[in-house]
């Protein structure tokens, strides 16, 4: 035992000698160099890739005497660009009769670009001054100074302020309207600003933000500017505005758009109803509810309104009744539409899933400067998700409503003929 003791001793022991005489690296040292090295060859491989693209513009090598050569060379001139290895220099040849359009300039466009955007997503997304300088440094090698990112910001700003004022073409049958609440610090107290979105469907299926504007608070005045803005730039052939039973909206609703028809959310009137039933009846009377929205067309589903307000009443259950008598007419104006869009039309949820997108990015920041900034954030993320397989994929189809559209007219014409007859 004494010996293996030894031994393991003295392996230790010339372990650690071994250790102590070993080669220190420096990992500073060595990715430096590394970073040099990748540098030098991003470099040197752009510069080779620039000088061919100028060969086979000239159509003909540098000093290279051919009956085909269009151009000559005039030198260079540095132009940096920065990449994930860092910043190197291109030497950009210069020609003396024709443009040099280079993909790699090209490409250098769209790399901005696309910094530019990264940079003001993570400013807009709440992400502090300090972090997105951070960020750019570890990505880039370069570290971006608040004032580039505010200066980015505004010219950001006036796209989106174009954006939200660009004309509405062509015709959105349905139109969804809601409002969603933010905060704003306001001579050092937080106070609530609202900001009201519109999407709608056009007249081939596909969704489109319609607008979204700063109001001061979800009331008549706020949403009668908010459907004024949207009729002066171009908002028409509206069949049906799908909305909660804002204070105001209905009101601002037939003042300008009033031959459009109105369908108060389902849902949202659910929660009205439920706050007048006990938590312990709840689940019973969804239920009932439910049961009307389920009826194959208006007459049958009317009918079983009067059935439930019948039972609520039976319930002792009179104020619930009464909401259920007085607001379910206003929950049914889907039902004359095609069958194939009840499901969208019956509910604020199209645009309720797009205001949680919102509240994701904004829940970020808190409480916001002003209301402009509020509506800055909005509105860009709004137009992001535009842009995305959310507004490029067909969300109905609108050949079931032309369908139900020439079916009618046919009967209209049927009719009066009939009459004329008679």
Request: with cysteine; net charge positive; hydrophobic share 40%.
């Amino acid at each position: 035992m004494e010996s293996v003791a030894g031994t393991t001793d003295g392996t230790r022991a010339s372990a650690k000698e071994g250790l102590d005489g070993a080669i220190v690296v420096d990992t500073g040292q060595v990715k430096s160099h590394l970073d040099q090295v990748v540098r030098g060859a991003v470099e040197d491989t752009l510069n080779k890739l620039l000088d061919e693209e100028a060969d086979r513009v000239c159509r003909a090598q540098r000093y290279e005497r051919s009956p085909d050569r269009q151009d000559t060379r005039s030198g260079s001139y540095d132009r940096k660009l920065q990449t994930k290895a860092g910043e190197v220099t291109l030497k950009v040849p210069r020609l003396r009769k024709l443009p040099l359009e280079t993909a790699i300039i090209e490409r250098y466009k769209r790399r901005e670009s696309s910094v530019e955007e990264a940079l003001i997503e993570m400013y807009l997304a709440g992400v502090s001054m300090r972090r997105v300088e951070d960020i750019t440094e570890a990505l880039w090698g370069v570290r971006t100074s608040a004032s580039t990112v505010s200066s980015m910001a505004q010219k950001v700003y006036t796209q989106i302020e174009a954006w939200c004022r660009r004309p509405i073409e062509g015709e959105h049958p349905y139109v969804y309207l809601d409002g969603i609440w933010l905060k704003r610090s306001w001579g050092g107290e937080v106070k609530n600003v609202a900001v009201l979105i519109a999407i709608g469907v056009d007249s081939e299926g596909y969704r489109e933000v319609l607008g979204v504007a700063e109001g001061t608070k979800e009331d008549a005045e706020s949403w009668r500017n908010f459907l004024r803005g949207l009729k002066e730039r171009g908002l028409t052939g509206v069949r049906l505005f799908v909305t909660d039973k804002c204070l105001g909206l209905v009101e601002a609703l037939g003042e300008f758009y009033p031959e459009s028809a109105w369908q108060r959310c389902v849902v949202h009137w659910y929660r009205n109803v439920m706050t007048a039933v006990p938590s312990g009846r709840v689940r019973e009377v969804m239920a009932m509810l439910k049961a009307v929205h389920a009826q194959e067309d208006r007459e049958a589903a009317e009918a079983k309104a009067v059935q439930v307000v019948e039972k609520l009443e039976g319930m002792r259950l009179g104020k619930a009744a009464a909401i259920v008598r007085e607001g379910v007419a206003e929950t049914l104006s889907y039902m004359a539409y095609p069958r194939e869009h009840w499901r969208s039309l019956r509910t604020n949820n199209p645009l309720e899933r797009l205001n949680r997108e919102v509240r994701r990015r904004t829940r970020v920041v808190g409480a916001f400067p002003d209301g402009k900034s509020a509506l800055m954030l909005v509105a860009a993320r709004l137009r992001h998700v535009a842009g995305t397989k959310w507004g490029l994929r067909r969300y109905m189809d609108m050949g079931r409503l032309r369908e139900m559209d020439q079916a009618l007219a046919e009967r209209t014409t049927e009719t009066a003929e009939t009459t004329a007859a008679a």
